[in-house]
T-cell receptor
Framework: GAVVSQHPSWVICKSGTSVKIECRSL??????MFWYRQFPKQSLMLMAT?????????EQGVEKDKFLINHASLTLSTLTVTSAHPEDSSFYIC??????????????FGPGTRLTVT | AQRVTQPEKLLSVFKGAPVELKCNYS??????LFWYVQYSRQRLQLLLR??SRESIKGFTADLNKGETSFHLKKPFAQEEDSAMYYC???????????FGQGTRLTINP
């Protein structure tokens, strides 16, 4: 149980276009999902917290108009990178927060999406 | 602000040797500490968390509030332990994880 999927797994887009990444909790409902960004050989940096039915909360330095987050249902959050530029090329990872077997909350991670902007 | 430091980017030990991956944190409140592991070509997964006080795959980690540390230990390393390990901190309820830079552990045969 507690599987999180992401689609697509990799995407190449041209500079100036927009790209949407989906994050789905497959067998559980998640009121809270998170979006991370990971540069090569670096750690995960939290971009934003996505709450179902409300606006996302962005971390300092993350442009909310560039990285649009929509958490329309309890099993789906989307990240849209608008007007993408080569510096947006990165590995984007989502996670979903849910109650684990031990009755405590934990984050379950998706496999990530590799975005390359040419 | 919360911060997690993993001083070693790379750690290489021989099979059967003890392993210790260091993690230090800074946070003025009561943190939740986690260790996540990422095996080759797999997603990030939770290895253990301090509130569970359990041993997973032979690994243990003790939260030392005095030294603000949460080092990961295993007495006898196995080749399948080779992976990327991330220490992470949350203020409560697994919200807003702050990750360390990660340590790539290589177990040599």
């Amino acid at each position: 149980g507690a599987v999180v999927s992401q689609h697509p797994s990799w995407v190449i887009c041209k500079s100036g276009t927009s790209v949407k990444i989906e994050c789905r909790s497959l067998d559980f409902q998640a009121t809270t999902m998170f979006w991370y960004r990971q540069f090569p050989k670096q750690s995960l940096m939290l971009m934003a917290t996505s709450n179902e039915g409300s606006k996302a909360t962005y971390e300092q330095g993350v442009e909310k108009d560039k990285f649009l987050i929509n958490h329309a249902s309890l099993t789906l959050s989307t990240l849209t990178v608008t007007s993408a530029h080569p510096e947006d090329s990165s590995f984007y990872i989502c996670s979903a927060r849910a109650e684990g077997l031990a009755g405590v909350y934990e984050q379950y991670f998706g496999p990530g999406t590799r975005l390359t902007v040419t | 602000a919360q911060r997690v430091t993993q001083p070693e980017k790379l750690l290489s030990v021989f099979k059967g040797a003890p392993v210790e991956l260091k993690c230090n944190y800074s946070y003025s409140g009561s943190p939740e500490l986690f260790w996540y592991v990422q095996y080759s070509r797999q997603r990030l997964q939770l290895l253990l968390r301090h509130i569970s006080r359990e041993s997973i795959k032979g690994f243990t980690a003790d939260l030392n509030k005095g030294e603000t540390s949460f080092h990961l230990k295993k007495p006898f390393a196995q080749e399948e332990d080779s992976a990327m390990y991330y220490c992470a901190l949350s203020t409560w309820g697994a919200q807003k994880l702050v990750f360390g830079q990660g340590t790539r552990l290589t177990i040599n045969p």
